[in-house]
């Protein structure tokens, strides 16, 4: 990590048990401090705080972030960060794809398990606007009653969910009844990342299904 070589303090902005978080922080455990709210960052003691950075849980979104790391630039001056290009959107785009689909869905389901962090915001996003919305790890977790009435219904899925899963649980859906599926596009993600060789792009289009019974 060439922050921690380079002597500063790197602070990580995320969940303590995540495995993401784990994982960086076994990197460089004695330059690494993690913190997941604004209080935490006051209470941050660092050696010099003019060599101070920052790194976010990927699987958080950049609304879930932004509080904490407007206060760290408020608090250290001089704080460095990744560079823009660095940051992949992934979590973002689909909380503001959700946001979208609540306007015209009755329902929404998100596909993940349960102890993914950015699963679960997904359906806290659409439930704040207005929406019903369910956490389902498998087409078996899918409840009739759900649907029962229902004209349109979202789907959409966590970062890390498998297309498979995904899929089962949009053919899940469609055994409930006669839907006309729509695909939406809400945001086109066109930055590009420099992989390893033989590696794909690391981000693509965010979309969501919806369905309308026909």
Not at 120 to 137: M, P, S
């Amino acid at each position: 990590m060439r922050f921690a070589r380079a002597g500063y303090t790197v602070v990580l902005v995320g969940h303590h048990d995540h495995d993401e978080v784990i994982g960086t922080v076994g990197e460089a455990p004695d330059a690494i401090q993690v913190i997941s709210t604004v209080e935490e960052v006051d209470a941050l003691r660092v050696a010099d705080p003019e060599r101070v950075a920052y790194l976010t849980q990927t699987t958080l979104s950049v609304d879930d972030t932004r509080a904490v790391v407007d206060r760290l630039k408020r608090r250290f001056q001089a704080l460095v960060g990744p560079p823009e290009q660095d940051i992949c959107y992934a979590t973002q785009n689909r909380q503001t794809a959700v946001k979208l689909i609540a306007r015209r869905a009755e329902v929404i389901l998100v596909v993940g398990a349960r102890n993914s962090s950015n699963s679960n915001r997904l359906v806290e996003v659409a439930k704040r606007a207005g929406t019903k919305a369910y956490l389902v790890e498998s087409v078996g977790d899918i409840r009739q009653e759900w649907l029962d009435g229902c004209v349109r219904i979202g789907v959409t899925a966590g970062a890390s969910t498998p297309d498979r899963l995904l899929n089962e649980v949009i053919e899940g859906v469609r055994a409930w009844g006669k839907f006309l599926v729509e695909e939406v596009t809400a945001v086109v993600e066109d930055v590009r990342f420099t992989l390893p060789r033989g590696s794909g792009t690391a981000c693509s289009a965010n979309r969501l299904r919806s369905w309308e019974r026909r």
